[in-house]
């Protein structure tokens, strides 16, 4: 084990800790004091993670469907980073490593930027069903 990656284990541990009590018991969508979308202040667009604080606060509430409302993206994405949290907290304890080659491939990266752009450009289209996808 390496000392060094117990550190920043402990560290992004806390500070996902730390987060979550504080979406949970101020959830986004009742405080102010959430930072604003530069994007969407300065255009009037839906970025890719627009309402991605307001679908966590669902989630750690047990409101699946209204996260999925707020954000469908974001949603789907949170098996992908368990995943990787997990692969990394593992590596750390264990002589066999697991290996993470699906975030490290150029296909894969490739797919997932044109499913954000894709999602970015149609989330932004003001006519159903396309508009079901901004928050």
């Known amino acids: 084990m390496k000392q060094s990656s117990i550190y920043q284990l402990v560290i992004v541990t806390i500070a996902v800790i730390i987060l979550s009590l504080l979406y949970f018991f101020y959830p986004a969508t009742d405080k102010s004091f959430y930072p604003k979308c ?78 954000i752009i894709i999602f970015w450009i149609m989330r932004n289209i003001r006519i159903a069903p396309f508009n079901w996808l901004a928050p």
């Open 38 to 115: 530069i994007f969407h202040e300065l255009t009037g667009f839906y970025c890719p993670g627009c309402g991605s604080q307001r679908a966590a606060s669902a989630l750690l509430h047990g409101q699946l469907l209204k996260a999925v409302d707020l954000n469908i993206l974001f949603v789907l994405f949170v098996p992908l980073i368990l995943y990787s949290g997990f692969v990394f907290t593992w590596n750390i304890f264990h002589e066999r490593k697991m290996q993470q080659a699906i975030f490290y491939s150029p296909v894969f990266i490739r797919i997932l930027l044109a499913v």
